[in-house]
């Protein structure tokens, strides 16, 4: 146990991140007062904030041999959270970055919407170092409260508003039974400290109460992992937010949401239920009613939603397989779909913003007038379709290979046989891209959303060609879950 | 240097030269074609060193490198060549080099073509040469995506349905192989994926855990040959393939099926394969016959020639069946010899298909009269497939036939019997073709021109050679498969 002044040290990058999005604002509001044209676009404010993200992701570097508990053990630094902090600043940069563009008719909110995704990733953060109920709780609100304003941020476009309103309901009804499901689980056990409730578990027996409270304590992680029976929301959410943010909820949301989910659930593996199949048929109920959902879009974002369902249930494979080789290979999972699906996302808003549609059968032909754009949303689909030399191939491999070893050959079965008809719609995107004649007037691509297109798909390869460590990063987040 | 980086270059620079020129700008495009003739020049140098350097008295493994790649998931960069391999990295640099010169005339994205062109170089290579099982994979894999959109964007007219055919069928196999790989690693609970190292455990598996896993890799084996009746991808990618990418399609990828089948099973499955043997020869000669009757009743000539491939393969299929020596040497040859031969076929339909644009084969007639040298390279190239005396296509069928009488009795005989089927295809063919009524519409047809003959040519004087000294090939061959007919015959 540190000493609190010595435990803030331990929480600067959090501090950076949180006063990035305050000096955001500050600098804006300066600006505004000091200028004639209060509605230019202002992409630096932008590049301070992926700045501050970055000076963050430095100071989460240095401090990655730490392994420690503050405050009472409601704040927890291990590897585990080390890879998700890193995880959630490189997404948040990414975004910011693919964010400036879109913005046109908002530049002169723009200082607070990079300010709401700087915070909504310092929400992210903390939940991954998050280690006591009522911490997650609040850590909660802090991610989810900018998302609302973030999704509706497109406030005349009636898709926005109907998404924003959506998810505002989601949230309420989600943290309702999260806070439910907390006060059961403290009132059964008498503690809301992780590690507490994991040494009274080992203990103890399995009372209703208890197991409502955890029932309703895993609802509510599964609104956010987007996991089926809790993902019907998604597709109207992801195709009404602006493309960014629904580049953000498609990977940082979920994955503060599996965060979360890992340290409570590994603690309560004592509980003796049938975990295997708990996950393994939320695992293959995601895949197969996503990828079944995905076949009939016709809109790249709602395919993009319903394949993040099925994205969703290949990494609950991972974490069904429940060893710790399972848990590395889910977090390996997350890193090469991370880098994935925020390339897509960036093709399809470059895509976007030169056609205004976001219908796939708009995309005959756009791989002449687009090539580079073009074969970065291939390499992404290809990925995200498991396709080798690419991220997701590793990715889908090291799932099945530590499902299999689990035994849970079914589920390995289920999860191949969703591969092949994943790829068939993915596919169906790139034929679009490529064979129709179109229109043959170029796209221009802003250098930052190439740059952004750059980083990922250099991500996609390095991980897909070098896994090595990667892989040696998720091993030693998972082997900290489990105490090693 | 040390052989073993030349052969991992063989797989590198065709990849590197594949970026370099994806990144050409769009003003440069006319050095795309230079540079993919650099690069598969170079590697078909690499890999003719490597054959000189080759000690063909070491019947295992030779030139091997190994490199960390993944330690963690006990997968390593393990490359290495046998008498196995080595003729068929020869024949996919030799052919690769072919296909680019053959490739003069792709004006539409020039850029990308060559860049995918030098991907499924490095992909075939890397199957051939790669010692360790998801390395393998891998590659197996990598060769799909480029020929996937290399039919999808330069195709004939029906290239959507035949690349998603191809792309379905394929895929359908690798994932049951990779169900078969995952499964051999859990099975024998061995912390690598190295073939090598994997073998003798994996050899020790019981005969029910051998037969499941060899059936799993085999089925995706068996698409790639393609043995009837998985063979239905085959004339529809052949079909709507640009001419280059036939060359490749029929010379070298249908060959990473069967040569799979002699990596897999008796190296690594011997209990496995031997329990499917039976299975195998019968479609093997199933795949003859079929495909031979198939090629008699087509009336188009690519079509014709990609029926043929399959009654060929079948050839190839059935020496491996067989197991004894004189079998699998003459299916190896046959492999190589089919690759020159098919590619030889392939370059003449696309300069026929060029000139007419139609391959109908009653659109042509008496073209010997107007394009002599064209038409009598056609003359040539059936005669070799055929198995004239002389020509490799004859070496490999013959061995193959005397190889399997002693397991296989009727198969061999029914085997011996079909080559009459396939005379009588192709002289029908040629007949059609080659001779008889100068066909009007074909009169100003012109001859063959350099560039034709720069890649065609080069094939015919391989095919004498062979069939003439054939030891140049097979002394490179021999040791390793008498190491696998002994693994078989124990």
């Not at chain 1, 629904?246 to 940082?252: E, K, M, N, P």
């Not at chain 2, 035949?162 to 049951?176: R, V």
């Amino acid at each position: 146990m540190a000493d609190p002044t010595v435990a803030l040290t331990f929480l600067a990058p959090e501090i950076i991140v949180a006063l990035t999005g305050a000096l955001v604002l500050v600098i804006d509001l300066i600006w505004i007062r000091s200028t004639d044209a209060p509605n230019t676009p202002r992409p630096w404010l932008a590049y301070l904030s992926i700045a501050g993200l970055g000076l963050a992701a430095g100071a989460v570097i240095g401090l990655a041999g730490v392994q420690t508990t503050l405050f009472e053990g409601i704040v927890i630094l291990d590897p585990l959270s080390t890879f998700f902090k890193l995880l959630f600043l490189a997404i948040g940069m990414i975004v910011l970055l693919i964010s400036v563009d879109p913005l046109p008719g908002f530049s002169k909110w723009s200082a607070e919407f990079f300010a709401l995704i700087v915070w909504c990733t310092l929400g992210n953060m903390l939940l991954a170092s998050a280690a006591e109920l009522f911490t997650i709780f609040l850590c909660l609100q802090l991610t989810s409260l900018p998302l609302i304003v973030l999704i509706g941020y497109a406030k005349r476009d009636p898709l926005s508003s109907e998404a924003s309103l959506k998810y505002l309901l989601l949230v309420l009804v989600s943290t309702a039974v999260l806070l439910y499901g907390m006060t059961l689980v403290y009132g059964a056990l008498g503690t809301s400290t992780i590690s507490e409730i994991g040494k009274v578990l080992a203990e103890q027996r399995l009372t209703p109460v208890l197991a409502l409270g955890l029932v309703l304590l895993l609802t509510g992680f599964g609104f956010k992992i987007t996991a089926v029976p809790f993902q019907y929301w998604v597709p109207d959410v992801y195709e009404g937010a602006p493309s960014p943010v629904t580049a953000f909820l498609s990977v940082g949301s979920k994955f503060a949401g599996f965060a979360l989910a890992l340290r409570i659930i590994v603690t309560g593996l004592d509980i003796p239920l049938n975990w295997h199949l708990i996950f393994g048929v939320m695992a293959a109920l995601s895949m197969t009613l996503g990828n079944l959902g995905a076949l009939r879009q016709t809109n790249i974002k709602r395919m993009l939603a319903y394949s993040g369902i099925a994205q969703a249930g290949y990494l609950l494979v991972g974490l069904a397989a429940l060893s710790e080789m399972g848990i590395a290979s889910l977090l390996f999972y997350t890193a090469a779909y991370g880098f994935a699906n925020l390339l897509a996302f960036t093709a399809v808003i470059v895509f976007a913003n030169a056609t205004g549609s976001y219908e796939i059968s708009d995309y005959a032909g756009l791989a002449r007038r687009a090539p580079l754009a073009s074969f970065a949303l291939t390499v992404a689909l290809l990925s995200l379709g498991g396709l080798p030399l690419l991220a997701g191939f590793m990715a889908k491999f090291y799932v099945f290979l530590f499902a299999a070893q689990a035994g849970l050959i079914w589920l390995v079965a289920v999860g191949v046989v969703n591969s092949v008809i994943a790829l068939y719609y993915y596919l169906r995107v790139i034929w679009q891209l490529y064979v129709p004649e179109g229109s043959l007037d170029p796209i221009s691509v802003a250098p930052r959303a190439g740059l952004a297109m750059s980083v990922c798909a250099v991500g996609v390869f390095a991980i897909g060609v070098f896994p090595e460590p990667v892989l040696r990063a998720s091993q030693m987040a998972a082997s900290a879950l489990f105490g090693g | 240097m040390a052989m073993g980086t030349v052969l991992a270059w063989t797989i590198l620079l065709p990849l590197v030269g594949g970026v370099a020129i994806a990144l050409i700008p769009q003003s440069g495009s006319k050095f795309a074609r230079p540079v993919a003739l650099l690069v598969t020049g170079v590697v078909l140098a690499m890999a003719t060193w490597l054959w000189i350097s080759f000690n063909p008295a070491d019947p295992g493994m030779q030139f091997e490198i190994v490199r960390d790649w993944v330690p963690g998931l006990g997968t390593a960069f393990h490359l290495g060549v046998d008498g196995l391999s080595l003729p068929m990295l020869f024949l996919t640099a030799f052919l690769s080099l072919l296909a680019v010169i053959a490739s003069a005339r792709i004006s539409e994205f020039t850029r990308e073509y060559f860049t995918l062109i030098l991907l499924l170089e490095a992909g075939l290579i890397g199957v051939f040469i790669a010692l360790d099982l998801i390395l393998f994979y891998v590659f197996w894999e990598v060769v799909l995506i480029p020929m996937f959109f290399l039919i999808n964007i330069w195709g004939g007219p029906r290239r959507r349905y035949a690349a998603i055919k191809f792309f379905l069928y394929t895929l359908a196999g690798s994932l049951a192989m990779l169900g078969g790989i995952i499964s051999l690693f859990l099975a024998t609970g061995a912390q690598t994926f190295d073939m090598i190292a994997l073998a003798p455990q994996a050899a020790r598996l019981s005969l029910a855990a051998q037969t499941a896993i060899f059936t799993a890799i085999a089925f995706a084996l068996a698409i790639k040959v393609p043995m009837v009746p998985l063979h239905t991808w085959l004339p529809d990618a052949h079909v709507e393939a640009p001419t280059a990418v036939s060359v490749l399609l029929a010379g070298v990828l249908l060959k990473m099926g069967s040569y799979g089948f002699l990596r897999f099973g008796p190296q690594l499955l011997p209990d496995g394969f031997e329990r499917l043997v039976p299975l195998i020869a019968l479609l093997g000669v199933v795949s003859i016959v079929y495909g031979a009757a198939c090629a008699l009743v087509q009336t188009d000539l690519k079509k014709l020639i990609a029926y043929s491939s399959v009654s060929h393969m079948g050839y190839v299929m059935l020496g491996i069946a067989a197991g004894t020596a004189a079998g699998v040497l003459g299916a190896s040859v046959q492999m190589f010899s089919h690759g020159l031969i098919a590619g030889m076929a392939f370059l003449l339909v696309g300069a026929y298909y060029e000139r007419a644009h139609t391959r109908e084969i009653s659109a042509f007639g008496g073209t010997a009269r107007v394009a002599p040298i064209l038409a009598g390279t056609l003359v040539f190239m059936s005669f070799a497939s055929l198995g004239l005396p002389g020509m490799s296509g004859f070496i490999g069928e013959f061995m193959v036939v005397t190889g399997s009488f002693g397991p296989f009795t009727t198969y061999s005989a029914i085997a011996a019997f079909a080559v009459v089927l396939t005379a009588g295809y192709l002289l029908w063919m040629l007949r059609r073709v080659v001779f008889g009524q100068l066909n009007e519409a074909r009169a100003d047809m012109p001859d063959m021109t350099r560039t034709e003959a720069a890649a065609i040519f080069p094939l015919c004087i391989a095919t004498l050679c062979i069939g003439v000294f054939p030891q140049v090939l097979v002394g490179v061959m021999e040791a390793s498969v008498e190491s696998v007919a002994k693994i078989l015959g124990a």
